[in-house]
């Protein structure tokens, strides 16, 4: 019960994944399939992407808990997942909104400043950037990342902030979906760099499987072209036609292999949240799962 390191909280998620492969596996692939069904059934696939996440929390805490329990307990909250999607994603929209009409005003801002403009003007042109190559290359990587920041920053400040909205709603007891989002916002208080730094980690951990995968798709566009090379123009669409569903399938398997690693990352780190801010740990003796404060 002591708080995890950032390579630990990779470690201990793919150790829970490989335990649990095959369930977290037939598990995701019931929610991608449910994706399928209007409305109720995209209730249903955040339902059971949060049951990964219960199951996995209870792994960690050392009381497994049986999947008919599990279902039986987030049955009555799948509405609330889906309900706690929409106002997470309308905040990020409502945030994206208003940055980009602030970003433009600033950027116009400079545009229509004589001084400023005239800087950026020397500072990008072409004989500066020749006589200053490497200083020209720091400038315009700054102004890229400034420019994306003025833009996307608030937005993906909130994203993280907000990382973690349907898990106490999956683990926690009396909690609604306006709750578990002021959950999540006060969890991952401070804790922004060091979900960067776990994002950094995971892309390289997953980067093996996805380059695997794009192997095989390269593998399979090339004995496809070389069968398909002389074939009759009439059946070009025939052709077309089995290379999308060759990638839906590609891209199908990707993402049922990757949703239940991702939910056991972001379990992992809601629980070592869990630990570092509210000594979890005490809470534990008293009650199988963490009060709402």
Do not use: H
């Amino acid at each position: 019960m002591q708080p995890l390191t950032i390579g630990n909280i990779v470690n201990v998620s793919i150790n829970l994944y490989r335990q649990n492969f095959k369930l977290y596996l037939r598990l995701a692939l019931f929610a991608f399939l449910w994706l399928l069904v209007p409305l109720y059934g995209w209730a249903k696939f955040l339902a059971n992407s949060a049951l990964i996440s219960r199951l996995t929390f209870n792994e960690l805490i050392g009381k497994p808990e049986t999947l008919k329990s599990a279902r039986s307990y987030l049955k009555t909250r799948t509405w609330g997942f889906l309900f706690t999607t929409i106002l997470v994603f309308s905040a990020l929209i409502f945030t994206l909104l208003i940055s980009f009409i602030l970003a433009s005003i600033i950027i116009w801002m400079i545009f229509i400043t004589p001084a400023l403009r005239s800087s950026l003007e020397i500072l990008i042109g072409e004989t500066f950037v020749t006589n200053n190559f490497l200083f020209g290359l720091l400038f315009l990587f700054t102004f890229t990342f400034l420019l994306f920041a003025l833009y996307f920053g608030a937005t993906w400040w909130l994203y993280c902030r907000l990382f973690f909205a349907s898990l106490p709603l999956a683990i926690e007891k009396q909690v609604n979906p306006i709750q578990t989002i002021f959950r999540s916002f006060k969890l991952t208080k401070n804790y922004f760099f060091n979900l960067q730094g776990i994002a950094i980690i995971v892309s390289l951990a997953i980067a093996p499987l996805e380059f695997t995968l794009y192997l095989i798709a390269l593998a399979f566009f090339g004995i496809f072209s070389l069968l398909t090379s002389n074939i009759d123009p009439n059946y070009q669409i025939y052709y077309s036609i089995t290379l999308e569903i060759f990638y839906t399938i590609i891209a199908g398997v990707n993402l049922v292999i990757l949703l239940p690693f991702l939910q056991c990352i972001k379990t992992v780190i809601y629980y070592n949240l869990l630990l570092r801010r509210e000594g979890f740990d005490l809470d534990l003796a008293r009650n199988n799962y963490p009060k709402l404060n």
